[in-house]
């Protein structure tokens, strides 16, 4: 079993590689031949990954949630899946090596930095945990996701303004079509961020009844969740549109990633869990 | 094959001339009428505002191009028409062409697929005045094979090429659905005109016209169920529009910076498509700085055609690859046509040798030994017979050179006097 789950941690980037070429692939040279097995290669690798997590989860008996390298290789899914979905529902196919390529990276980091953890903490344990961390996880990725498409409207629209009619406008879909993914992607990141911070609200003083308000993670995570939703409000009140609001949702996706790195890598917090 | 083609095209002749021996239906009619058994048994004749072309089955070996030419230079009473102006083709060649006019490489406007309908429609028009036959029925096939695989196969029809379709492509590049959109077009000339009915065939929600001579404006209308706006008040309604196209013959701008700027502010800085198709500008190009203004001229809309028109031309070879296959296949048939009957007359020829002679000396031999005589003739006459056999029908397989095929059935033919045979059956 866990020869199993090493081959598959190696095996991962590899699909998500592969997934991702053959996007970029037909991202660069169009044509029929990749345009919808591409789709099936990118179930394929989302179908291993989630065999992979099961697995994890059956033999070191908890969800892979307990460390930050575990929760790359789950965010690494979620992103993969988010778009996976958006895929299927919008029929928009030119945007995935923009998407796949943040799945590559949280998982390279993950397969190069994981271990087999048996023995975690009783805290790390609860089930309350567990909607904390995946909420709080599919927030992120629609969040990745919003970000992905503010930035490729805000190139398409510099192309557009300035008469560059190259790959970039050829391929993406319309201004509007990018600018409502984008806000559709951080609405949906922002009601789980919502529910990530409600469930940790509730579960947090019964886990560390010593926490800080003060802690790094909370402030960042409060900040990011802050922006969007004045975001998210000026566009739904008709105030802020288009390069505003998604300016608005990179930085949003900035600040989460470097509150994440700050947390888990530099500072002290409560959120460091091993 | 004796395909003959006649083309005076894009290639060959200039406009006029082209106009000059443009048939219509009507005049395709009355030249089949006179052609059909004088000049050619079947046939097929295109004519479009960039080419005229003739294809037929020669009634025998004495029609020649000349003869060809001729017949259309006079029925449509043309006198300054030089041979230059023409090109001929036959057999393989005007089968490839035909091949490449309907693919749309021989196209003034590479890949344009209107030629793919205007060919079917050709064909439909000779089937209907009774102008094809067997062979141009299967040429007919064969074509509309090669046109559909070019445009499904290869990019060679993708693409805006024309500045219109190349307006459209970049509205389409910013809204993503016209129908929740509305659009205004500043002069209703021949331009404007072909513009606002781009936008209609598209699907605009609302379209709304403004022209200097309320007139014009008002016909246009009509015929596109348009808004008219009044050419003096106009600028007090810009905002309500999304997408404004300019097209008029001012020599002085129409809509300032400024104008532009007091309409975003109205619209809340929802974006706007600025349209600039004439020539000289109607609107100041600087308000192309004004955040969610998205302003395009000729010059922009140009970059776009020739992008298109560039891919268009990487896609030739393909679309040749195409043409060289489906020809191949069409003679890979048409020989065989040729072919089966050569080596169904040769069979039969040695058949009947061996017949009469067993018959003649089937006597001399006792009963046991008359079966294995027939066994061991039958067996003489296809040992014989299968190189001759196999040389036809690889021949046949080959594909596009059919006089290779025809001149060594020819000399099979003659040499054991098969021709000869079959008449004398028939007398």
């Known amino acids: 079993m866990n020869a199993a789950i090493d081959f598959i941690n190696i095996l991962l980037p590899v699909l998500y590689l592969t997934t991702f070429g053959i996007y970029f692939y037909d991202f660069m040279y169009g044509g029929k031949n990749f345009s919808n097995s591409k789709r099936l290669f990118l179930f394929i690798t989302l179908l291993v990954h989630a065999s992979y997590l099961i697995l994890r989860t059956i033999l070191f008996d908890h969800p892979p949630i307990t460390n930050v390298f575990e929760i790359f290789t789950v965010l690494a899914f979620s992103v993969g899946f988010s778009y996976f979905i958006l895929e ?10 923009f998407i796949i390529i943040f799945s590559i990276f949280f998982q390279i980091i993950s397969t190069l930095f ?21 909420s709080a996880l599919l927030g992120y990725s629609g969040i990745t996701i919003s970000a992905v498409y503010g930035i490729l409207y805000l190139i398409l629209y510099q192309d557009i303004k300035l008469n560059r009619f190259g790959l970039i406008f050829n391929r993406l879909p319309s201004l509007e079509i990018l600018e409502r993914l984008s806000f559709v992607s951080a609405v949906i990141g922002f009601f789980m961020l919502s529910l990530a911070i409600i469930i940790g609200v509730i579960w947090l003083p019964k886990a560390f009844p010593n926490f800080s308000y003060t802690d790094p993670k909370l402030i960042g995570t409060s900040l990011v969740w802050l922006l969007y939703g004045i975001g998210i409000l000026s566009k739904t009140f008709g105030k802020w549109r288009g390069k505003r609001v998604v300016t608005l949702s990179v930085v949003g996706f900035v600040i989460a990633i470097l509150s994440t790195a700050l947390t888990n890598f530099l500072s002290q917090s409560f959120h460091s869990f091993y | ?19 000059a ?23 097929l004749i295109i004519s479009t505002c960039n080419r005229t072309e003739i294809y037929g089955i020669p009634v025998d070996n004495k029609v020649d191009y000349n003869q060809i030419q001729k017949f ?3 029925k ?48 439909q028009l000779a089937d209907e005045l009774m102008f094809t036959g067997y062979l141009t029925k299967r040429l007919f096939d064969a074509a509309i094979k090669t046109g559909k695989r070019a445009i499904s196969e290869t990019e060679i029809s993708e693409g805006a090429v024309t500045v219109s379709y190349a307006a459209v492509q970049l509205i389409e590049k910013i809204f993503s659905s016209l129908n929740k959109k509305s659009a205004l077009v ?6 404007g005109e072909i513009a606002a009915k781009n936008l209609k065939e598209r699907g605009i929600g609302r379209l709304s016209l403004t022209n200097r001579t309320i007139e014009r404006a008002e016909k246009v209308a009509e015929k596109l169920g348009a808004r008219i706006l009044p050419f003096n008040t106009f600028k007090n309604y810009m905002h309500e529009y999304d997408i404004i196209l300019s097209a008029t013959s001012s020599t002085e701008l129409i809509l300032t910076k400024e104008d532009i700027k007091n309409s975003m502010k109205r619209r809340s800085y929802s974006p706007v498509i600025l349209m600039d198709i004439a020539i000289p500008r109607d609107i100041e190009p600087t308000a192309k700085e004004i955040d969610y203004v998205f302003y395009h001229d000729i010059d922009s809309l140009n970059i776009i055609v020739e992008q298109n028109l560039n891919k268009r031309r990487d896609e030739i070879s393909k679309v040749e690859k195409i043409i060289d296959e489906e020809t191949a296949a069409f003679f890979n048939w048409f020989n065989s046509l040729e072919v089966a009957p050569a080596i ?10 061996r017949a009469e002679e067993v018959g003649k000396n089937i006597n001399r031999f006792s009963n046991e030994d008359r079966e294995k005589l027939e066994i061991i003739t039958k067996r003489i006459i296809n040992k014989i017979l299968h190189q001759p056999t196999v040389e036809l029908k690889r021949i046949s397989e080959q594909g596009q050179n059919s006089n290779d095929a025809a001149v060594k059935i020819s000399i099979l033919k003659d040499l054991f006097g098969i021709n000869n045979i079959d008449e004398e059956e028939k007398h």
Not at chain 1, 116 to 131: A, C, Y
Not at chain 2, 27 to 43: H, M, P, T, W, Y
Not at chain 2, 186 to 191: A, F, H, L, P, S
Not at chain 2, 344 to 353: A, C, D, N, P, T
């Open chain 1, 88 to 97: 299927l529902l919008t029929d928009i196919r030119g945007t995935g090596p």
């Open chain 1, 114 to 134: 994981i271990q087999d953890l048996v023995e975690v903490r009783e805290v790390l344990r609860s089930n309350l945990l567990g909607g904390h961390v995946f």
């Open chain 2, 1 to 19: 094959m004796n395909l003959a083609a006649v083309t005076i095209n894009h290639h060959t002749a200039p406009v006029e001339l082209r106009e």
């Open chain 2, 21 to 43: 021996l443009h048939l219509s239906a009507e005049e395709i009619a009355g030249f089949v009428q006179d052609a059909k058994g004088k000049l050619f048994n079947e046939g």
């Open chain 2, 72 to 74: 259309l230079v006079n």
């Open chain 2, 76 to 123: 449509k009473c043309v006198s300054n028409v030089k041979p230059e102006n023409f090109r001929n083709y036959t057999s393989n060649a005007a089968v490839k062409h035909l091949f490449s006019v309907i693919a749309g490489i021989d196209s003034l406007l590479i890949g344009d697929n209107q030629i793919y309908h205007q060919v079917k429609d050709s064909f």
């Open chain 2, 186 to 191: 500043i002069g209703v000339g021949e331009t």
């Open chain 2, 344 to 353: 169904k007359s040769l069979r039969e020829h040695f058949e009947l040798i």
